[in-house]
């Protein structure tokens, strides 16, 4: 199979090294490159009300950009007691997006009264690959657990702290990348979508 370049709708570094290994070990020849690559390329918004709708939408735009084919991903944190909040709004949920602290205050401040069993929660993440022919996929992971009362750890970021994945005794933000990354719902999401990649890119 000749080397085919596939587009990571990130300027994450992180993301592209992980996404790059995953397919990787799915012996997958592929010529990863994050965004930077295509610095002419606007960031698309986050319009969606769903994570896959959110996720298709980048990778689509990056495809009609680049005539490359894209990915892209879109994830934050569901809590069962907030009906799935704040789920698409995590990165914003304290009203500027990406500051973490703010929106972990916050979110530990809503559930504060709630009792350990009714804690249940869990990471979503919506991965997609759009082709520049216009074919699609999305494919979703996820990671349950409960909320702590109090952050704890200081790897990952986000909502890492706080959230206990089902089975451990520490939060995510204790484990360490190898095993966070085994786990998590974007590890699950970006593995489900390497043999789609295999298969339509082959």
């Not at 085919?4 to 993301?15: D, F, G, I, S, Y």
């Not at 495809?63 to 907030?82: E, K, M, Q, R, W």
């Amino acid at each position: 199979m000749s080397t085919r370049r596939l587009v990571l709708a990130t300027r994450n570094q992180h993301k592209v090294t992980e996404l790059r290994a995953i397919l990787g070990d799915a012996g997958l020849d592929v010529d990863l490159v994050g965004a930077d690559a295509y610095p002419d390329v606007p960031d698309v918004p986050e319009t969606g009300v769903t994570f896959a709708e959110n996720a298709l939408l980048k990778a689509r735009a990056l495809a009609a950009a680049t005539g490359v084919p894209a990915v892209a991903d879109d994830s934050g944190l569901c809590v069962d007691v907030l009906g799935g909040a704040p789920g698409i709004f995590s990165a914003r949920w304290a009203g500027r997006h990406g500051d973490d602290k703010a929106n972990l205050d916050l979110l530990l401040a809503q559930i504060a009264d709630i009792a350990e069993e009714h804690r249940g929660a869990h990471f979503a993440c919506a991965a997609a690959l759009a082709l520049p022919d216009g074919t699609e996929r999305v494919v979703e992971g996820r990671l349950l657990g409960t909320l702590r009362t109090a952050p704890a750890g200081q790897g990952g970021f986000g909502y890492d702290p706080i959230l206990q994945p089902l089975g451990s005794t520490r939060t995510c933000a204790e484990l360490t990348p190898d095993e966070k990354n085994a786990i998590s719902h974007r590890g699950q999401a970006f593995r489900a979508l390497a043999p789609i990649v295999r298969d339509l890119l082959g």
